[in-house]
């Protein structure tokens, strides 16, 4: 029985493995199986050989030392590490006591940075979640009015999963500099797609994670600043002392060596895949939007990572829209939680209404993807919406001029 998958167009939320990367994982798992950790002969030096080329290859793409690199087992992970480890390193009081210190976040960052922040609340701690414009962007300006003179970490996304957004990282991070306040930004979804220099760009801490950069799942990495200043942060996990004592456990040999060549390979075709990709997101905007009306695109147009769109459709429910485009895998504006369909928190903050959040789509390229399979996706969804519309009473008053204003998907 064959089985006809739907056309993926979800790559912010994981990425196929490159066959190359496969390729250069195979002989870790049988031949070279070595423990890195293993001082006293060849089965150790042969994985710890490649343990260190990729550390290389993950610095260099970058502009990191080598000595920078913290094996971790995602972004989730990474996140954890710099900002408890962070916080707690830097704290200005004891634990068990209030006013530790102050932190910088943003309400629309992923879960793998606020739950860490809400924890470190719960430990003393006080932070301020600051909210974007209708744009999505946190800007230097926000931050430098959050600054406090207790304020000893900013943790700020590079680029935003949801909206592909793109905040002023530079900027914030050379304002942290100034000010001698440690800066995190979670750059999953920037890393492997923009240039990138954490001695230039005035980051401390960064994370990445090899899923979202057609690497393999379970590893990723944190970066963390060995000079002007020096960054220290306390494990979150204790034992044999591996990576600088700040993340104990046998290295995933296997998965490393696969992060290192993703590494490699996005250095290598990121600039041409960021220009070929921008061309067919504007074709996929261009056809919805000649097509049809009361659609918005979701965050700041011009400041973007190119592979990402979110359009919101207007009139259409967001559960028919998903089971009306079956055919392609995308991500919905409508979180799946325990009992409820929840609207996007990300949107909300945008402030989205929570109908328009709900069908809403977040379409992400990659690797693969073909202008062909653009042209499909496009048809596919122009089709749906218009289908769906023609079932709904709203949409016939908004054609016949009825002021709707006050229906509250309306209103945005
Ligand atoms: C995917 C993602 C994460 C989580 O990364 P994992 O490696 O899956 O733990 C964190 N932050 C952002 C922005 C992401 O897109």
């Given at each position: 029985m064959s089985v006809t998958l739907p056309m993926y167009l979800d790559h912010a939320a994981t990425t196929p493995c490159d066959p190359r990367v496969v390729e250069a994982m195979m002989p870790y798992f049988t031949e070279t199986f070595?423990?890195?950790?293993?001082?006293?002969?060849?089965?150790?030096w042969?994985?710890?050989?490649?343990?260190?080329?990729?550390?290389?290859?993950?610095?260099?793409l970058i502009g990191a030392d080598s000595k920078e690199i913290i094996?971790?087992?995602?972004?989730?992970?990474s996140n954890n590490l710099?900002?408890?480890?962070?916080?707690?390193?830097?704290?200005?009081?004891?634990?068990?006591?209030?006013?530790?210190?102050?932190?910088?976040?943003?309400?629309?960052?992923h879960k793998a940075v606020l739950d860490p922040c809400k924890r470190l609340e719960k430990d003393g701690f006080d932070v301020t979640y600051l909210a974007p414009g209708p744009d999505g962007l946190i800007t230097?300006?926000?931050?430098?009015?959050?600054?406090?003179?207790?304020?000893?970490?900013?943790?700020?996304?590079?680029?935003?999963?949801?909206?592909?957004?793109?905040?002023?990282?530079?900027?914030?991070?050379?304002l942290c500099h100034s000010k001698n306040v440690v800066f995190h930004t979670d750059a999953t979804q920037w890393v492997g797609k923009m240039p990138t220099n954490v001695k230039t760009d005035n980051i401390d801490l960064l994370?990445?994670?090899?899923?979202?950069?057609?690497g393999p799942k379970g590893v990723g990495a944190l970066y963390v600043r060995r000079r002007k200043p020096r960054i220290r942060l306390t494990a979150l996990q204790e034992g044999g002392g591996q990576e600088r004592g700040f993340r104990s456990g046998t290295l995933n040999v296997?998965?490393?060596?696969g992060l290192g060549k993703a590494c490699e390979l996005c250095a290598q075709t990121m600039d041409d895949e960021r220009e070929r990709l921008l061309v067919l997101r504007n074709e996929l905007e261009s056809k919805i939007e000649n097509a049809l009306d009361v659609v918005q695109v979701n965050g700041a147009r011009d400041r973007r990572l190119t592979h990402i769109t979110n359009i919101s459709f207007g009139f259409v429910e967001g559960e028919s829209l998903m089971m009306a485009i079956k055919e392609i895998a995308v991500s919905s504006g409508s979180a799946c939680t325990s009992a409820s369909l929840e609207p996007s928190y990300?949107?909300?903050?945008?402030?989205?209404?929570?109908?328009?959040?709900?069908?809403?789509?977040?379409?992400?390229m990659g690797r693969w993807t073909t202008k062909e399979q653009i042209d499909y996706a496009a048809d596919k969804i122009i089709e749906a919406v218009k289908k769906l519309r023609d079932l709904s009473p709203l949409y016939d008053m908004h054609n016949e001029g009825i002021d709707i204003s006050k229906i509250e998907w309306a209103a945005h």
């Open positions: 070595g423990n890195p950790g293993s001082r006293n002969h060849s089965y150790g042969a994985a710890e050989k490649g343990v260190s080329t990729a550390r290389q290859q993950i610095a260099d094996f971790t087992s995602g972004s989730t992970e710099a900002i408890k480890g962070a916080a707690n390193m830097y704290a200005k009081k004891p634990a068990g006591e209030t006013g530790r210190g102050h932190i910088i976040t943003a309400i629309h960052e230097r300006a926000m931050i430098e009015d959050a600054l406090r003179e207790d304020t000893i970490l900013v943790t700020i996304m590079w680029a935003n999963n949801e909206l592909g957004t793109i905040n002023e990282i530079p900027e914030i991070g050379e994370s990445l994670s090899g899923h979202k950069m057609y296997t998965g490393i060596v990300v949107l909300k903050a945008l402030g989205v209404g929570d109908d328009l959040a709900h069908s809403s789509l977040r379409i992400s």
